[in-house]
């Protein structure tokens, strides 16, 4: 059986993330496919609950500690998310990792510490990255109802995401119509699926960490 392919979105927030999350996986459920949608944070487990906490500001944790929690709520979907791929369902992640180092990094926090927590982690066969410049940002709905949705922060998360660019990487311009930023979603993804053009291992077994995914 061949494995289910990992599909991120990223991208910074009000870009539109979930919105493509549940449009792609209603097109490729449509024809035919397995597929499951994994968000992070996950916010019905006890940590997401904590981080739900912090991201209301219900709650006021350190910088390392929350950044540890976010590394924590993502290791805690490790097993049901490799039984999955295992059993040839394709998951449509909505946030990972690299969403973990990009907000803490520009909170001020070390790059390569940031990245420590989360090695071992299942990799992406292939990241969309939701590019939508701030000032388009602050004008969509909701954006300021959570902690990190500030403008000074959300344009340096922007710039470490964009030094996290690796070579899986596709960038999709967020300020397109929705309809047009899913045409291309869906076409690179079913691409990927057809071709399998990642060996299909996953990083922890054969020694290739997160650390790996990144540009230097």
């Not at 949608?37 to 940590?47: A, E, H, M, N, S």
């Not at 982690?121 to 590019?131: E, G, H, K, N, S």
């Amino acid at each position: 059986m061949t494995r289910g392919r990992f599909i991120l979105l990223e991208g910074c927030d009000r870009a539109g993330k979930s919105t493509q999350c549940a449009m792609l996986i209603a097109a490729l459920k449509e024809k035919g496919h397995s597929v499951e949608l994994c968000k992070f944070p996950d916010r019905t487990t006890t940590i997401g609950q904590m981080i739900h906490a912090y991201l209301t500001n219900a709650k006021e944790l350190d910088d390392r500690a929350i950044h540890l929690l976010f590394s924590a709520n993502r290791w805690e979907a490790m097993q049901s998310m490799k039984r999955k791929l295992e059993a040839g369902t394709h998951l449509i992640v909505d946030r990972y990792a690299y969403s973990g180092v990009a907000f803490s990094t520009a909170k001020g926090l070390d790059l390569t510490w940031c990245k420590n927590p989360d090695k071992g982690l299942v990799r992406p066969d292939i990241t969309f990255f939701l590019d939508l410049p701030t000032a388009e940002a602050e004008k969509r709905g909701g954006f300021g109802d959570e902690r990190y949705e500030k403008r000074e922060l959300q344009e340096r998360v922007r710039e470490v995401f964009l030094q996290l660019r690796g070579k899986e990487w596709v960038m999709i311009d967020a300020r397109e119509t929705v309809q047009s930023m899913h045409h291309k979603i869906l076409r690179e993804a079913e691409e990927k699926i057809r071709v399998g053009e990642l060996d299909g291992r996953f990083a922890e077994e054969d020694d290739v960490l997160l650390d790996d995914m990144f540009i230097d």
